[in-house]
T-cell receptor, first 113, second 112 residues
Framework: DADVTQTPRNRITKTGKRIMLECSQT?????MYWYRQDPGLGLRLIYYSFDVKDINKGEISDGYSVSRQAQAKFSLSLESAIPNQTALYFC????????????FGPGTRLTVL | ELKVEQNPLFLSMQEGKNYTIYCNYSTTSDRLYWYRQDPGKSLESLFV?????AVKQEGRLMASLDTKARLSTLHITAAVHDLSATYFC????????????FGKGTKLTVNP
C-alpha cells in the first residue's frame, strides 16, 4: 500500500463550489505539506503542519484553508473555487530524522470550470 | 527575493551523451534536494545534499553541492531513455526542510 495517499485523484468542479482534498499517510511522520504544481512553475507551498496543533501558511495560502485532523490526516479546502486554482495538488510528509526528505503523494488533478 | 533557478529548463539529448543541469539558489542553505518527476506521476526523491562539497551518485546521475557558490549540479553520464523525466532542485529555507522552494524543473528528453 502507498505510504501517502490522496483523494480524490481527479476532480472537476465549478466556480464558487467548496471542495476538499484529503491526504492520509502511514509513514508516521509528524510533518505534512500541501503544494500546488502549475505547468512551468515548479511546486509552490500552500500550507504546512508540524503536528496537529501547529499549522503554518506557505507561499500561496490565499484562497485555501487546511485542517489537520490527526497525525496521519491533513486536508486542504478551497472555500470558493476559482478557475486559476486549476492545478495539480500534492501532499507530502517528512521526518526531520531522515535528512528532512519530503515524500510525496500521487497528486490530485483539480479542474475548476 | 528567494529564488531557485534551474537551467536549462528543457534538455534534449542523445543516448550515450553527458550533460549537466545547474541549480542556483539565493539563500545560505547548507543543504539541497533533487527530485525526479515522470510524466503524470508524483515526485520521487533522488538526492539529499547535506553540506558544502557533498557529492552523491546513483547510477548515471551524480549530484554535487557548492554552498559558497550557491550552486548544485546534476550530472548525467551516458544518458539512456529511462532517464527522460523532469528534474527539480529544491532549496530549504530556515535550515530545515519545512519550507522547500522548488526550481521550475528541467525537462529532460533522451532520444535513441
Amino acid at each position: 500500500d502507498a505510504d501517502v495517499t490522496q483523494t480524490p485523484r481527479n476532480r472537476i468542479t465549478k466556480t464558487g463550489k467548496r471542495i476538499m482534498l484529503e491526504c492520509s499517510q502511514t509513514k508516521g511522520h509528524d510533518r505534512m505539506y500541501w503544494y500546488r504544481q502549475d505547468p512551468g512553475l515548479g511546486l509552490r507551498l500552500i500550507y504546512y503542519s508540524f503536528d496537529v496543533k501547529d499549522i503554518n501558511k506557505g507561499e500561496i495560502s490565499d484562497g485555501y484553508s487546511v485542517s489537520r485532523q490527526a497525525q496521519a490526516k491533513f486536508s486542504l479546502s478551497l472555500e470558493s473555487a476559482i478557475p486559476n486554482q486549476t492545478a495539480l495538488y500534492f501532499c507530502a510528509t517528512s521526518d526531520p530524522g531522515v535528512a528532512g526528505t519530503q515524500f510525496f503523494g500521487p497528486g490530485t488533478r483539480l479542474t475548476v470550470l | 527575493e528567494l529564488k531557485v533557478e534551474q537551467n536549462p529548463l528543457f534538455l534534449s539529448m542523445q543516448e550515450g551523451k553527458n550533460y549537466t543541469i545547474y541549480c542556483n539558489y539565493s539563500t545560505t542553505s547548507d543543504r539541497l534536494y533533487w527530485y525526479r518527476q515522470d510524466p503524470g506521476k508524483s515526485l520521487e526523491s533522488l538526492f539529499v545534499l547535506l553540506s558544502n562539497g557533498a557529492v552523491k551518485q546513483e547510477g548515471r546521475l551524480m549530484a554535487s553541492l557548492d554552498t559558497k557558490a550557491r550552486l548544485s549540479t546534476l550530472h548525467i553520464t551516458a544518458a539512456v531513455h529511462d532517464l527522460s523525466a523532469t528534474y527539480f532542485c529544491a532549496d530549504p529555507l530556515q535550515g530545515g526542510s519545512e519550507k522547500l522552494v522548488f526550481g521550475k524543473g528541467t525537462k529532460l528528453t533522451v532520444n535513441p
